[in-house]
Structure formats: C-alpha cells, structure tokens
C-alpha cells in the first residue's frame, strides 16, 4: 500500500499577524484524511491574550469578542494539538501543512511561551515526516507564472477549497492537494514519507 492511502493530517493555523516568532495562534485545525474518508480530528479557537488587530480579522473572521467568549486558554488548546501532532508523526503518518514553515514555527513558538512541551521534543528532536505542498509544487511545476497561494494551488490541482482563511478548510485542502499533486507527478508518489521530508529540506532551502 502506498503512503498516500495511509492517513494523513493536515494542519492549519490562523494568527493574530504575520511574525510566526511573535504572533499568536487564534484558531487552529487538524483534519484526517485516508483512502476512505476525511474526518476532523480538531479544532480550537484560543484566547490570545493579546488584542487582535482588525487586519488580521479581515483576513480570518475572529475577533476578540469571539477569542474572549469562545477561547481555550492557550496552554490547554497547545497541549491538545502539539500531543495529536506528535502521536500521528511518531507513528510515521505525515503533517501536512501549506507553507508548513509558518505554522510550525509559530506553533513551537507558543508552546514555548506557554511552557508546553515542544512538539521537536516530543519527537526526539526533528519535527519529521512534514508534507508541504507549497515546496512541492514549486518543485514539481517550477516555471508555472504567478502566485502559489493555497487558493491559487487547490484551483490548479482541482482541490476544493471554500472559505478560505478558516484553519479547517485549508487544512482539508492541504491535505488533499498531496495526493492531488502526487497523481500528476509519481515521481513523489514512489519517495516515502521520511525520504520526501529530507528532499523538501533541500528543495525549500533552493527555494528561499
């Protein structure tokens, strides 16, 4: 069976700005995806503790109105997703994240914060296998004109992608355009998660 019919989770994160390193998460999600189905696994809306501005509510929907009605204190809500992060990724299932970058910087950034247990220490040190289909398919389809947004990729491959900027729905599409990409080049297909993982290393380093 190949790792594409073996579940996946995608995850998303929307923020308070555009710092992984200083900003804060707002809302998160995670979504399974196997050959048979895809389910959510979770989804939070966290308390910041600190002011959302209006930009980034223009671009997510959440206010903080809502954060402070509605919201996890941040500690709980870490623990939870950095915990089914790990579980799924120790058990060699890939992350799959678009610019996973960002939302894993930020992710260990407020575990830190909070004093949660890093998910890089959880996993003996590398935050591994991570699947992202931005650095594949700037690989794959390098001289395609325009920009690689999550809602201009998903279009490309025929992926689904309604309300964007809400965590759940780009991680669901995220985790789709994986196997969406890997069908038009089995070149990536034939690579094993752990191999991917380390081409995508060196793929995004060429990139940047």
Known sequence: MSWLEAPMVGFDTETTGVNPQTDRIVTASLEWI????????????IN????????????????ND???A?????AV???EITAALAEAMRAGFPA???????????????NARHGVPTLASRLGGEVAPVVDPLVLDKQVDRYRRGKRLL???????????VEAHDAQADARAAVQLVPA???????????SPAELHQAQVRWRAEQQ
């Open 96 to 110: 799959v994240a678009f610019n996973a970058s960002d939302d894993f910087t930020i992710l260990e950034a407020e």
């Open 151 to 161: 809602t201009i990729v998903a279009e490309h491959y025929g992926v689904s992608l």
């Open 181 to 191: 990409i890997a069908l038009a080049h089995p070149e990536l297909a034939a690579m």
């Open 77 to 79: 809500a870490l623990e």
């Open 70 to 74: 509605e919201g996890a204190a941040p």
């Open 66 to 68: 809502r954060v402070q």
């Open 34 to 45: 196997n050959a048979d189905a895809t389910r959510v696994s979770g989804q939070w809306i």
């Open 48 to 63: 910041p503790g600190v002011e959302i501005p209006t930009s980034a509510t223009a671009v997510h929907g959440i206010t």
